[in-house]
């Protein structure tokens, strides 16, 4: 990806090594610890208590062995879905909108300047937060205040597991202009049985169609209340 803008923000390098401590913690990124915490402390835009929690993550990344960092991570952020960092998968889930609202974003970023890699959806928060660090302050605040209630559904569910990660993304509220508040979120379904197979054809006798070619009646179910308050902008 590339970025550029002419005034970044006041908080460009927070916003930046913020989405480098969301993304996969690979060799690369432990050997660069030292100088992550140190950004953050020269541009120091984010409270001092805040600071302290990220210097202690940091710490954990840098210090721990590798495969036990790195599976962590994997089962933190890629095998649960209230702690997902794809934004789109908390407000469309699989539904045939994600790829409008993909589309748009995209659209979004290159009239800024900015290209996504191959393998990069542009709802992945790090891609989000690295574009907000090259908007103007003010833009760059309204953008991330559009994805709070989002970024405030996964900090609840990370602070629910007494995650570290929990203050990456209570950071990020903050930049926002937003208190970093925890909401009630919906259990983490069982991995059975959000991978369990759907009853095949929905048992269509028992959902109204009792006889073949009579119409197949829709069905418009309501979200859970945990989902609906996350959806809501």
Not at 48 to 69: C, N, T, W, Y
Request: net charge negative.
């Amino acid at each position: 990806m590339s970025f550029f803008s002419p005034s970044p923000p006041k908080a460009a390098r927070t916003l930046r090594v913020l989405a480098h401590l969301l993304r996969y913690p690979d060799a690369e990124f432990r050997a660069h610890t030292g100088e992550l915490q140190a950004e953050l402390h020269k541009e120091a835009a984010l409270p001092a208590a805040r600071l302290a929690e990220l210097d202690a993550l940091l710490k954990h990344l840098g210090s721990r062995p590798a495969l036990e960092v790195e599976s962590d991570y994997v089962e933190l952020f890629d095998r649960g879905r209230r702690t997902a960092l794809h934004l789109f998968e908390h407000v469309h889930g699989d539904s045939r909108d994600r790829g409008p609202a993909m589309i748009d974003l995209i659209q979004t970023y290159e009239k800024a300047g900015l290209y996504l890699g191959p393998s990069e959806l542009p709802d992945y928060l790090p891609v989000v937060l690295e574009f907000a660090s090259t908007q103007p302050p003010q833009q760059a605040r309204e953008f991330m205040g559009e994805i709070a209630h989002i970024v405030r559904a996964i900090f609840s569910a990370l602070a629910g597991r007494h995650s570290p990660y929990a203050s990456v993304l209570a950071a990020v509220l903050e930049l926002a202009g937003e208190k970093a508040e925890a909401v009630a979120v919906a259990p983490e379904p069982e991995m059975d049985e959000s991978w369990a197979e759907p009853e095949v054809f929905g048992g269509c006798s028992t959902e109204g169609q009792a006889k073949p070619g009579q119409p197949q009646p829709i069905h418009i179910l309501r979200k859970s209340p945990s989902t609906s308050q996350g959806a809501q902008a």
